[in-house]
């Protein structure tokens, strides 16, 4: 049986010529224009990015290598006793674009296994940061501080061809991953449960080994396999995938660059709206006294955040025109495992009054919730009340999404990102008005 890298260098050789042709031969056809309001307005729907490791539709919402999420969970092979897939099997699928089988799943397992020893001064590192640091910037300070283990910038270093980039690219990637669940739970266990981090256990998965050093019991498994893979990748032109890009661009490795990315998802705009939205709803019901809200009064609570100027977390987005598919997946989970849960019933009853808020108040394009909306309430359900942890699940889940696009922006040789930039008198004049 070929191993995933193996698979992999077969699938690069393979789609190679068909960039190499589209450059040569088709380099001049238009994709797009770009206006004013785009230039301004972060660069909104201006295609300049490529990927396969997934696409964005507006109205569906995403596909990973082509499949939907329900396609994607049915397809990939599961954890025995589990409802969820391997996570490892889902890095294959979005490292090749195929359905791996259960041997080739578990070749991805043990090679994370033979990977996961995180260096110790790591974990010197995070002890030496202040403990109320946010856990964001712990995992991104974790994250970098590894950039020494980088075998892209020791084979960079030592000259290497372009054509091998990937191979060392896909090296540091793996390593990454395998080691990012432990990172993450120690942050969680260092800062919030009395300093007291879990060994892993080399017998499992790494869902199962994540909730095992997160000292939650099943099904939180599950969750992890869940959240990581819905967290995955988003296409390309969100803050962190394309910061990861970005960053990568420039040959630096992949520490630099998933850290950059990490960074980008510290935004409350982005991975950090799963806190908010928690924050927001906590506020609110405390507000109550704890008393279930009437549609009314959560009617009058999301117009008093909108007429004070301020964003309804989880809701909007700059692509999605719809309910996020990530959303209603883990809207099923919680009716499945926690249908009664009053803090489910209250994100549920939101779902119902927000959309007709934010339409009536005219201004957010995308009424619907996004994958932050819901993602919390199923973190506090099973004892994961520390929210400013939610965007460090995000991140782990993200880092599989952005490592598997640089891994394959260096197979085929992606140029250093470079747009250009116009001054305000150059649109003015472009404009007509000066
Ligand atoms: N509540 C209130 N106003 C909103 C809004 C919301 N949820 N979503 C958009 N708007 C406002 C925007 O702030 C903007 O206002 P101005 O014209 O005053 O600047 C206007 O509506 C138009 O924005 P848009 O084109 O619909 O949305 P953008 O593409 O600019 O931004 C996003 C997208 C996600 C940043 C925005 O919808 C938002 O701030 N949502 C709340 C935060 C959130 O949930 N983020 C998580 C997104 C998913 C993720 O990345 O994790």
Redesign the pocket.
Known sequence: MATLKETLFKKIQEHRPRTTRLVKEFGDVKIGEVNISQAI??A?GVKCLVTDISYLDPMEGIRFRGKTIPETFDALPKVPGSEYPYVEGFWYMLMTGDVPTMEQTQEVVEDWKQRARVPQYVFDLLRALPRDSHPMTMFSAAIVSMQRESIFAQKYAEGMSKMDYWDPMFEDCSNLMARLPEIAAYIYRMKYKGDAPIAPDPNLDMGGNFAHMMGVAKPYDDVARMYFILHSDHESG??SAHATHLVASALSDAYYSLSAGINGLAG????L??Q?VLGWTQDFMAKLGGKVPTEDELKKALWDT?NSGQ????????VLRKTDPRYTSQMEFCEKHLPDYPLFKLVNMIYKVAPDV?ME?G????PWP????QSGVIQWYYGVTEYDFYTVL?GVGRALGVLANITWDRALGYAIERPKSVTTAMLEEAAGIK
């Open positions: 307005g972060g909104r969100n803050v409350p705009l982005h991975g709206a799963n908010e909108l964003v309804i977390p989880g809701y909007g987005h700059a934010l108040h201004k957010a394009k995308n996004n994958v932050d909306a995000f």
